[in-house]
């Protein structure tokens, strides 16, 4: 084939690309003119799709870019500078290596946890993974064979909710950093009461034996750094204990990522 033949084909395909280009583009705006984008939390307009209006933005206590617990994920005072750990997890440490949190557990924080937990705004799940996905980097450096595990639910109350929001968000995360989702990891034997009711103290009382390794499929974690997923960190002590069952069933590290931080209770 005559060189001048090639180079007509190319500019061709090239034409052809940019049109359909174009119609993709023209396609979008018309898209966000007939159906505008609403904002996650209000439903209010918003500036992009899977966003926050202002004021709900505003309201959201994102954690990305500001100083917080390397262990917990708690805002603190000061600069994000480096590696520091609240009071409360010098003085009881974790069962787990590091966590993060996408937002703090309050305003819009809340507003989007409670959609997506109590709800039905599985929806949502995408957006929010991402945003955590935006602050997971400090609980992958450096690891090997990383994997997503979402906290689990008793099967009643999954029969009730009819999902698992931690396991929504897992996906979502995962779309974002392709990483492996280990759903069935983890298994809880008995239903205990909603985090953070009892305290600290009646919280570890309730889950101890209740969060296991699954007896057939746990060894997906086995000499991998498990990153537990959970919508909410209030007490710590439901990510304790699937931290020690991941520990149990051979997990080489434990880290925790969850949507949002909520203060400590007891």
């Known amino acids: 084939m005559e060189s001048g033949q090639v180079d007509a084909r190319n500019a061709e395909g090239l034409r052809a690309k940019g049109s359909r280009l174009r119609l993709r583009e023209g396609a979008a705006r018309l898209r966000r003119l007939l159906y505008p984008p609403a904002c996650l939390a209000c439903g209010d307009l918003a500036e992009s799709e899977a966003g926050l209006c202002p004021p709900c933005w ?130 809880r034997t008995r239903r205990t009461a909603p985090q953070g009711a009892g305290g600290r103290a009646g919280r570890l009382a309730a889950l101890e034996g209740a969060i296991r390794p699954h007896p057939r499929r746990a060894g997906g974690v086995e000499g991998c750094t498990a990153i537990l997923v959970d919508d909410v960190l209030t007490t710590g002590a439901t990510l304790g204990a699937c931290a020690r069952a991941l520990r149990a069933a051979g997990a080489a590290d434990v880290r925790v990522l969850v949507l949002a931080r909520a203060g400590r209770d007891g």
């Open 58 to 187: 505003r309201d959201a206590g994102f954690l990305q870019g500001v100083l917080v617990c390397d262990l917990c994920g708690a805002a603190l005072p000061g600069r994000d500078d480096g590696e520091v750990q609240c009071d409360d997890c010098l003085r009881q440490p974790p069962p787990w290596s590091r966590g993060r949190a996408a937002l703090a557990y309050g305003g819009t924080g809340r507003a989007l946890v409670l959609a997506l937990k109590h709800g039905d705004r599985t929806d949502l799940a995408p957006a929010l993974g991402g945003w955590m996905a935006a602050v997971a980097a400090p609980l992958l450096a450096g690891v090997r064979r990383p994997v997503l595990v979402p906290v689990p639910l008793h099967w009643t109350r999954l029969l009730a909710r009819r999902y698992n929001q931690a396991q929504h968000l897992a996906a979502g995360v995962a779309r974002v950093l392709d990483l492996p989702v280990r759903v069935d990891a983890l298994c």
